[in-house]
């Protein structure tokens, strides 16, 4: 919640976000949502998401489409985080510590970095 807070506070209101499409699920995280929080556009997850395509299947091929960008999340490096920019528009990501890409991060705690992606 505190790199949430963060990012609502200290990124352009456009701005567009990656982070694990499977945050949702990981310690400590408590199913707190991004987009409620942090107020800021982020790609498809893995966890909530797949509920509204169940409610709008006219998102499914969107979703899919996310989803498929991000498979391998946890191994991504620069190359993949400009491809999710050149793609998507993504200029921002959520990084778990210590970010393995060489990306400029502007805030950090002990366990997430938020990076800007040149």
């Not at 990656?18 to 945050?23: E, G, K, M, S, V």
């Not at 498979?71 to 528009?89: A, V």
């Not at 990084?95 to 400029?104: D, E, G, I, S, Y």
């Amino acid at each position: 919640m505190e790199a949430f807070n963060w990012i609502s506070h200290n990124t352009p209101v456009d701005s567009y976000f990656a982070l694990d499409p499977r945050y949702m699920e990981m310690p400590g995280e408590d199913y707190h949502g991004f987009r409620a929080l942090a107020e800021r556009s982020v790609l498809a997850d893995a966890v909530k998401d797949p509920c509204i395509v169940v409610r709008v299947p006219s998102l499914g091929p969107r979703w899919l489409n996310e989803m498929h960008a991000q498979d391998g999340w946890r191994d991504f490096k620069k190359p993949d985080f400009e491809r999710l920019r050149s793609q998507f528009g993504v200029d921002w990501v959520v990084l778990t510590n210590p970010p393995t890409a060489r990306v400029t991060c502007p805030y950090s705690n002990d366990r997430l970095s938020v990076c800007h992606v040149e």
